[in-house]
């Protein structure tokens, strides 16, 4: 069997029960099912790549993620994480806007590039100006409002045990990468730097910018790096400047993506957490560290 299917569950509205996983394996004629985690996740073995419209029915539109990755090398060597979104369940910027009175308008423009339509850096640089002026307190109050989305501490300690590098790339900021990056234990982080006068933001972002084509070279830079074939790595994130490196990378993940990127990435996760990107990789549940 060259391929396998791994489904996972979204534990909060489903269970992944004998018979769905029985008649997802009789659609594709898959092979006897694994299962790594008692009604969440399990993996069906299959000789090709399975047709998703052919799942799909399968599964009868229950809330099941369903991921087919290449059976051999499934455990990744490195990880490169969106922040904003995927890492965590906000957009920072976002957040930070609303301490200015624009986050309705700063929230259009993001999801306008989160969406393709518009160039990053220019979004970018358009959103940090909106925001000159504004006192650096609003980033600690922003911060004090930050959760992690589920699944990312696992995510990040079941790798790292497993001797993979972490790394945290956003098109956010550094004030809240490296609080994320310290708080899961990320390997690296990289993003923008917000400039500030000591006291308040100047309304501008330290150059160069880190876009979809930074985001791109990071994952190829710590990938020759460790030494792995691209084919070794694993990249997730859910906005149009994540698709590049989703699409480069060995197993390439939307999460709970904009449609630009859901619709081009090869695989995933629009129903459950960050746990599924372990299963994806073969990881059972007693092999999850972090929870």
């Excluded at 306008?112 to 980033?139: K, P």
């Excluded at 994952?219 to 480069?248: C, F, H, P, Y």
Aim: proline share 3%; net charge neutral.
């Amino acid at each position: 069997m060259s391929h396998v299917l791994t489904l996972v569950a979204d534990r909060t509205a489903t269970t992944l029960s004998p018979a769905v996983i029985e008649r997802v394996r009789a659609a594709i004629d898959g092979g006897p099912p694994d299962i790594l985690s008692p009604r969440e996740a399990a993996d069906i073995p299959c000789r090709a790549a399975p047709d998703p419209a052919v799942i799909a029915k399968a599964l009868e539109g229950a809330p099941i993620d369903a991921i087919t990755t290449k059976a051999r090398n499934r455990r990744k060597g490195l990880l490169v994480a969106d922040m904003d979104s995927t890492i965590v369940t906000s957009e920072t910027l976002d957040e930070l806007a609303g301490y200015a009175g624009l986050g309705e308008k700063i929230a259009a423009i993001t999801k306008r590039s989160m969406n393709g339509e518009i160039d990053f850096a220019e979004a970018l640089r358009l959103r940090v100006g909106m925001l000159r002026g504004l006192g650096l307190d609003a980033l600690e109050k922003t911060w004090a409002k930050t959760r992690l989305t589920e699944g990312a501490r696992e995510l990040v300690a079941t790798m790292r045990a497993h001797n993979a590098t972490t790394a945290l790339v956003s098109g956010g900021f550094t004030f809240f990468t490296s609080r994320v990056a310290a708080l899961l234990g990320f390997d690296i982080h990289r993003a923008n730097v917000l400039l500030d006068d000591g006291e308040r933001l100047t309304g501008e972002v330290g150059d160069p910018i880190l876009d979809r084509d930074a985001k791109l070279a990071t994952l190829r830079e710590l990938a020759a790096a460790r030494g792995l074939k691209l084919s070794a790595t694993l990249a997730v994130g859910d906005g149009a400047n994540d698709l590049a490196m989703i699409q480069e990378a060995g197993l390439g993940v939307a999460f709970h993506a904009k449609p630009i990127v859901a619709t081009a990435a090869r695989a995933r996760v629009e129903h459950g957490n960050l746990r599924a990107l372990l299963f994806a990789q073969g990881y059972r549940l007693a092999e999850i560290s972090g929870g």
